[in-house]
């Protein structure tokens, strides 16, 4: 059974830094792409970045620059570094990882970013 799990979220001033960390397992991390979504208060689900298996990243406009989507196979672990963060990001953010057809996805963590 595949499970993600989010951690490293939390509340920044805006200027700040957060690393969100994506624990996976119960499959072969190396062979999947995976990506950092999120969702801010009453808006739709929105993908941040993503990054596959091969290390072809990429951003959303509103992050490139700012934001830096990484993968540690041997971890098992994805990363996603946010500097210069604004309050704009605040949000819930959520790990994803494709197996096969099918997305899998993390429980979310909220981050927070006060101006």
């Known amino acids: 059974q595949v499970q993600l799990v989010e951690s490293g979220g939390g509340v920044v001033q805006a200027g700040g830094s957060l690393r969100l960390s994506c624990a996976a397992s119960?499959?072969?991390?190396?062979?999947?792409?995976m990506g950092w979504y999120r969702q801010a208060p009453g808006k739709q689900r929105e993908l941040v970045a993503a990054?596959?298996?091969?290390?072809?990243?990429n951003y959303a406009d509103s992050v490139k620059g700012r934001f830096t989507i990484s993968r540690d196979n041997a971890k098992n672990t994805g990363y996603l570094q946010m500097n210069s963060l604004k309050p704009e990001d605040t949000a819930v953010y959520y790990c994803?990882?494709?197996?096969?057809?099918?997305?899998?996805w993390g429980q979310g963590t909220q981050v927070t970013v006060s101006s």
């Open positions: 990054v596959t298996s091969g290390g072809r990243t």
């Open positions: 119960g499959t072969i991390f190396s062979t999947n792409a």
């Open positions: 994803t990882s494709a197996v096969g057809l099918k997305l899998y």
